[in-house]
Each structure stands twice: as C-alpha cells, then as structure tokens.
C-alpha cells in the first residue's frame, strides 16, 4: 500500500499566492522527500529533511516534519506560473539494509497566471 | 551534463507484441530502478537493480522483466503487453553506500507507453 498520502489532491491558486501541500505516512522514516512532475515529464527531487529535523527551506520552498504526527508540509511562496506541476512526497524507512523510497499519492498544483 | 536517458519517449506496441524499454545513465549510480506510473498516480516501483542484484517487487508481475547488462544500461521488457500495461515508465538511479540511507532519486523523462 501507499506509504504516504497526502492532500489536497488538486490545488488550484492565483500567481503570487502561497501553496500548501501535505503528506502523512504511516511508518517510521529515516528521511522524507519532494519530487516536483510537470506534466508528461518524470520527478525532479526538490528537497530532503531527516527524521530528526523539524524544518527545511531551499529557495521559495519551506518543508516541515512532525515524526511525532507522522506528517509533512510542503509550502512555496510567491508561486508562478512555473510551479504548475505535481508535488509528490517520499519516504526512505528506518530500517537497516536498502532503503526503498515509497511515493505518495501527489497534489496536483495549478497556478493561474 | 550527467542525466539519465530514456528512449524511447514515445512507444506503441500491439496487444501481446513484446516490447523493450531503455534506459541509461551517465551517473555512475549504483542502483536503478523501474516504476510504472498511470494517469495521476504515484510513481510504482517495478523493480530496481542494485548494483548487478536484480529485486523483483512482490507485486510486479512475470510479464515484466529486467535486464542491466553494465552499470550504464537497463532495460525493460514487457514479453506480451496487455491493454492495462498502457502508461508512463520512469528510470531512475541513486547512489546507495552502505549506512548511508540517503537514497535521493534521479529520473528519466520517461517513455509514455501505448498499447492498441
């Protein structure tokens, strides 16, 4: 099943506004990920953060993690028309050994010029 | 530039008519991996190689199968593809070092599967 999921699944705002997406997992994480999708496209990483951080911020991109809710923000300030794309959360257990990288169910963000 | 490249992007194959997806990398990762991904789904992971250890997921079927002849290349054949194999099939590579769970993704474009 699903590691995370996360919402809302669709996100639609105006050009300058901010954006907010989350996600919630269900097992312990070593770290937790953002992938950006344009459409037809495949995943760019955006931004890691490890299980004993509780924020993170690249850019117009700031990235928050509750271990104890089992839940992450992903937020992007001052969006353009650019960041129109899908935002997928991912998670890298805690366990020894490989660590498989399990992907949420994605928001989809419009952001109308 | 270092990338990772899918070829090709577009396919179109018959129903049951095998089909070989490619993907290569000019990384040097030592790990990588297949995922299926249909329309507004979450990327799922096939299968992924590390190094020349071959992980099948428990779930992927028998009509898929991989190969990765050298660290740059890996491929993807689906021997008799079925009209629900129709998606997006995305390559990807990462650095896996022993205590290092780091496991940051590198993908592809993608090939974009039709199946008639």
């Known amino acids: 099943s699903q590691q995370g999921e996360e919402d809302p699944q669709a996100l639609s705002i105006q050009e300058g506004e901010n954006a907010t997406m989350n996600c919630s997992y269900k097992t312990s994480i070593n770290n937790l990920q953002w992938y950006r999708q344009n459409s037809g496209r495949g995943l760019v990483h955006l931004i890691l953060i490890r299980s004993n951080e509780r924020e993170k911020h690249s850019g117009r991109l700031r990235v928050t993690l509750d271990t104890s809710k089992k839940s992450s923000s992903l937020l992007i300030t001052a969006s353009r028309a650019a960041d129109t794309a899908s935002y997928f959360c991912?998670?890298?257990?805690?366990?020894?050994?490989?660590?498989?990288?399990?992907f949420g169910t994605g928001t989809k963000l419009q952001v109308i010029p | 530039d270092a990338m990772v490249i899918q070829n090709p992007r577009y396919q179109v194959t018959q129903f049951g008519k095998p089909v070989t997806l490619s993907c290569s990398q000019t990384?040097?990762?030592?790990?990588m991996y297949w995922y299926q991904q249909k329309s507004s789904q979450a990327p799922k992971l096939l299968f992924h190689?590390?190094?020349?250890?071959?992980?099948n997921e428990a779930d992927t079927p028998d009509n898929f199968q991989s190969r990765r002849p050298n660290t740059s290349f890996c491929f993807l054949d689906i021997r008799s593809p079925g009209l629900g194999d129709a998606a997006m099939y995305l390559c990807?590579?990462?650095?896996?070092?022993?205590?290092?769970?780091?496991?940051?993704?590198?993908f592809g474009a993608g090939t974009r599967l039709s199946v008639l």
């Open positions: 991912a998670t890298v257990p805690h366990t020894g050994g490989y660590q498989k990288v399990t």
């Open positions: 990384l040097n990762h030592n790990v």
């Open positions: 190689y590390y190094d020349k250890d071959f992980n």
């Open positions: 990807a590579t990462s650095v896996q070092l022993a205590g290092v769970p780091k496991n940051i993704q590198y």
